[in-house]
């Protein structure tokens, strides 16, 4: 007589399998294990691209988004809501190995920190390249064209204004900055991400 | 014999005043999911903000007004969702007037982490005794009518059952007075997705006590169908619900479950068009 697991065990091996953390894809017959794990990737995905659309749309243009979305879903606990999932999946880019996919996702969070509560503190975030060209294209959906390596701090929501602005460390100096655009502006921001 | 009105409803997902404007007179139901309602400001438990309530308060003065979950959990092994139930306390404490409920037989977290789909149990008698009680547990909560809805499947019945569908959604009617949510798109899904006869699972299923149908339309992926509501309602599904509307005596509700992202796509002059259709299946088949 089959001796059956209990919900405990059968639950806890399902999660496993079904957020790849295991190889335990023998125990749940592989169709259908697939079946349920791409149900899972597919709407971690819709909302992701809906919800974090300058990293979604980065990460696509490289041609990364699936691996990081299912890298995403091996790695965290996940969340209930959206909300909640686009914070921890801005988080966890935020580390991501191409220093231009963990600015924009950085920015992306402040942005979306900016807008959520606009006495939220000025953020300044490293960038490895000029911020402008790079987010207007991501503004329109777009990933950017390559740009020159160079050190630049973007700011959003600077006290002085209701925007973002970005600085590029000169080279003649390592305390001077050479302002070089506050094009984008947080309603045009909000428009596209929000 | 007087002829029955069968209540022609559809889904609600969020305070869209452009969605509710149009689709209120279109329909008797207004069935809403809590977790779609609800904001989740950072750091602190979900909550149903009180312009979203009040938009349900209206809502619920024109129309009736049920409340169907997915966040739930009622099968998790460790306990249901109390994230979930504390927006339901929300709902019900308002308080708004809900008609009956609804919740999916399955889980969709362990121990506490989100599994980001729903699965079902497997029928056994440890589940049946757990879910049992905590539709016992619903019910004397609220006070309100509790309908329990078959997902669809993510495995097929297999070697991990102690009993088949029919026996363990029967076994929680008679043990709990709940009544079946039933879905045909749900049964059509498992029909391809592996070949579970939706006849043979009427033939056993206290029809009787269904008091709901769920209508929906999805899309195949990987040559699976899968249960994603983005699409208008097939016409095998139409004649599905056909014949199962000939066999449920008490069903109260016809509802056309989409999803919120899907309607962007499909637009409100095709959502209209589709609930005008189902209008009429349901007429003919007053």
């Known amino acids: 007589m089959r001796t059956h697991e209990t919900l405990a065990v059968r639950q806890r091996r399902l999660l496993a399998a079904v957020k790849g953390r295991e190889d335990d894809a023998a125990r749940f017959a592989k169709p259908e294990l697939a079946l349920l794990r791409e149900t899972l990737l597919w709407w971690r995905r819709l909302g992701i691209t809906q919800s974090c659309r300058f990293t979604a749309t980065l990460l696509s243009a490289r041609g990364r988004f699936e691996a990081a979305v299912e890298a995403f879903v091996r790695d965290t606990p996940g969340a209930d809501s959206i909300e909640t999932q686009r914070d921890l999946f801005l988080a966890y880019a935020a580390d991501d190995d191409d220093p231009l996919c963990a600015a924009v996702a950085v920015t992306e969070a402040a942005l979306i920190e900016r807008l959520q509560y606009p006495d939220a503190p ?52 390592t305390k001077l900055y050479d302002r070089t655009g506050d094009e984008i502006t947080l309603d045009e921001v909000e428009r596209i991400a929000i | 014999m007087s002829a029955r009105f069968i209540r022609l409803g559809a889904t609600i997902d969020g305070n869209d005043a452009a969605l509710i404007d149009r689709v209120i007179p279109l329909v008797d139901v207004v069935e809403v999911t809590p977790d779609r309602w609800a904001s989740f400001p950072r750091g602190q438990p979900p909550r149903i903000e009180a312009p979203a309530l009040a938009a349900l308060s209206s809502i619920a003065s024109r129309r009736t007004l049920s409340v169907h979950g997915v966040g739930l959990s009622i099968a998790s092994h460790d306990g249901w969702n109390a994230g979930y139930v504390n927006l339901l306390d929300q709902m019900f404490g308002h308080p708004l007037p809900i008609a009956w409920h609804s919740e999916h037989l399955s889980f969709s977290r362990v121990d506490g982490e989100p599994l980001g789909t729903m699965v079902e149990p497997p029928w056994t008698h440890e589940a049946l005794d757990m879910i049992a009680g905590r539709i016992s547990a619903l019910q004397d909560r609220y006070g309100a009518p509790f309908l329990i809805e078959h997902v669809v499947r993510a495995f097929a019945e297999g070697e991990d059952d102690e009993m088949d569908t029919a026996s363990f959604l029967n076994a929680l009617r008679r043990r709990t007075g709940c009544g079946l949510l039933l879905d045909v798109y749900n049964l059509e899904c498992d029909h391809h997705n592996f070949a579970a006869d939706p006849m043979r699972l009427l033939d056993a299923l206290d029809l009787a006590a269904v008091r709901e149908i769920h209508v929906a339309g999805g899309t195949m992926h990987n040559g699976y169908k899968v249960d994603i509501h983005s699409r208008t309602v097939a016409d095998s599904t139409l004649a599905l619900l056909g014949r199962v509307l000939g066999q449920t005596p008490c069903v109260n509700a016809v509802v056309f479950e989409i999803l919120k992202e899907a309607i962007p796509v499909m637009g409100l002059d095709r959502l209209a068009n589709e609930l005008l259709r189902l209008r009429r299946v349901l007429d003919a088949h007053a």
């Open chain 1, 122 to 173: 000025p953020r300044a975030i490293a960038w490895p390249c000029d911020p402008g060209p790079v987010l207007a294209a991501l503004l329109h959906g777009k990933g950017p064209v390559d740009s020159p390596n160079h050190a630049f701090t973007l700011t959003v929501g600077p006290p002085s204004g209701g925007g973002l602005e970005w600085c590029r460390e000169s080279p003649r100096t």
